[in-house]
């Protein structure tokens, strides 16, 4: 109970309500690729990775991408995320236009509607673990009143309140994944992107963190798309799709 009415205050205070207008209604995707394509090259060769995917991810979805290592999760994931261009095809993320969209622009929707739990947005090794999420807020431009109720709820959620004041090195690399996921949640982003967000958690916390992602779907309408190689997990999802040959399937 006291969860809920933290939960619900600390909704209340990323004022919802307001940021509603510059998100559409609630019938536009968070998500649309139409027909992507991504080649490497390095020196003479080249590599077909992503071959004409197609993807549509609505409000409060949350959707999984499995398939064999080296098949393309993480290249589609930094798509969508406006990290790596595509070679061909349109990107639209909460109806902004990426394919059209120059890297400073991309940068803001990133810093405003997008979280990332990648290992490449690792934490700041001088910061403890409140000031790691509390720098998410600051980057993301959520009012500086509303920080502290936030971080306590975020740090709470993945139970690492006990250990706020810790710096990264004095964790273990699950703790240290736990405040990264609090990180990226805290500024309550329209999108989700996980690259296997559980990968150094053992089964009751990749447990708790997964009933987690389901409150923050159902309850904040966050959509969350995530690449995973456990099988338990996927049973979560509500959709899951399989990177097959470049494809999704
Ligand atoms: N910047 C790059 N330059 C050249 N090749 C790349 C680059 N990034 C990814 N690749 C290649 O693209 C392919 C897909 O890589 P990607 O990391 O997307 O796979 P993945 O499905 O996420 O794999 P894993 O499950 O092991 O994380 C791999 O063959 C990889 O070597």
Redo the contacts with the bound molecule.
């Keep these: 109970m006291a969860v809920l009415e933290q939960a619900s205050c600390s909704q209340d205070s990323l004022n919802r309500d307001a940021q509603a207008g510059d998100l559409g209604s609630r019938s536009q995707p968070i998500v649309s690729l139409s027909g992507i394509y991504k080649t490497?090259r390095?020196g003479t060769t080249e590599?077909q990775?992503l071959k004409g995917i197609d993807l549509r991810l609505d409000p409060g979805q949350l959707a999984m991408l499995k398939?064999?290592?080296?098949?393309?999760?993480?290249?589609?994931l930094n798509v969508i995320g406006g990290l790596d261009m595509p070679t061909k095809g349109n990107v639209e993320v909460n109806g902004h236009h990426f394919h059209q969209m120059g890297d400073k622009q991309r940068t803001r929707v990133r810093k405003s509607e997008i979280g990332f739990i990648f290992q490449a947005f690792a934490l700041h090794p001088l910061l403890s673990a409140w000031e790691n999420v509390e720098l998410g807020l600051r980057l993301s431009g959520v009012p500086s009143p509303q920080w502290t109720d936030r971080i306590h709820y975020c740090l709470e959620q993945v139970g690492m309140t006990q250990r706020a004041q810790h710096r990264p090195y004095e964790l273990s690399g699950g703790e240290q994944q736990r405040v990264a996921i609090a990180k990226a949640i805290a500024p309550g982003p329209k999108l989700l992107l996980a690259?296997?967000p559980t990968a150094e958690l053992d089964t009751r916390m990749s447990e708790r963190i997964m009933l987690l992602f389901e409150r923050l779907r159902s309850e904040e309408r966050m959509t969350i798309c995530m690449?995973t190689?456990d099988q338990t997990m996927l049973e979560v999802a509500d959709h899951v799709y399989e990177?097959v040959d470049g494809r999704l399937g």
């Design positions: 490497f390095t590599i990775v398939g064999r290592s080296g098949s393309g999760k993480t290249t589609l690259d296997e690449t190689h990177m």
